[in-house]
C-alpha cells in the first residue's frame, strides 16, 4: 500500500482526546494547542481559547486535532520532525493555564516515530 499524503499526520488525537476537546468547545467555544517547551507547566499540550494565545513567526502549525489548530515552536518542532504527536488524556489536574485543568483530566503527549514511507510522504528525507 502506497501512502498519500492526506493519510499521513503530524499530530493526531485518541478518542478520549477529541471527547475533551468537544467538551472543551461546548463550554469555552473554539480551543486551539500550543505544545508547551517547559517551564511552568512542564512539556504538555496547552489548550487555550482560539486566539489567546498568541502565536507567531516562531511557532509551527502542526496540523488540528477535533478541530482545533495544534501549534509548538519552530525550535522544538526541529526536535520533534520525524514524529508523530498522539494527544491523549490522563486523570489528573492539566496545567493551570489549560483549559481542561478544572475537569480532573489533563492532556499528554506520547508520541511515534514516523515510518521511512511516512517521512518520504511527508518530505522529511
Not at 69 to 95: C, H, N
Request: glycine fraction near 12%; charged fraction near 25%.
Amino acid at each position: 500500500m502506497t501512502l498519500k499524503d492526506s493519510e499521513v499526520h503530524k499530530v493526531i488525537a485518541t478518542d478520549a482526546a477529541l471527547e475533551l476537546i468537544e467538551l472543551l468547545k461546548a463550554k469555552h467555544g473554539p480551543v486551539m494547542f500550543h505544545q508547551s517547551g517547559g517551564c511552568c507547566d512542564g512539556s504538555s499540550p496547552m489548550c487555550f481559547p482560539l486566539g489567546e494565545f498568541i502565536v507567531g513567526d516562531s511557532d509551527v502549525q502542526m496540523g488540528e486535532i477535533g478541530g482545533a489548530p495544534f501549534y509548538m515552536s519552530r525550535a522544538q518542532y526541529e526536535y520533534w520532525k520525524y514524529t508523530q504527536l498522539i494527544i491523549d488524556v490522563v486523570p489528573g489536574r492539566g496545567g493551570m493555564f489549560s483549559l481542561e485543568g478544572p475537569e480532573g483530566k489533563r492532556f499528554l503527549t506520547r508520541s511515534r516515530v514516523f515510518t521511512e514511507e511516512e517521512r518520504q510522504s511527508l518530505n522529511l528525507i
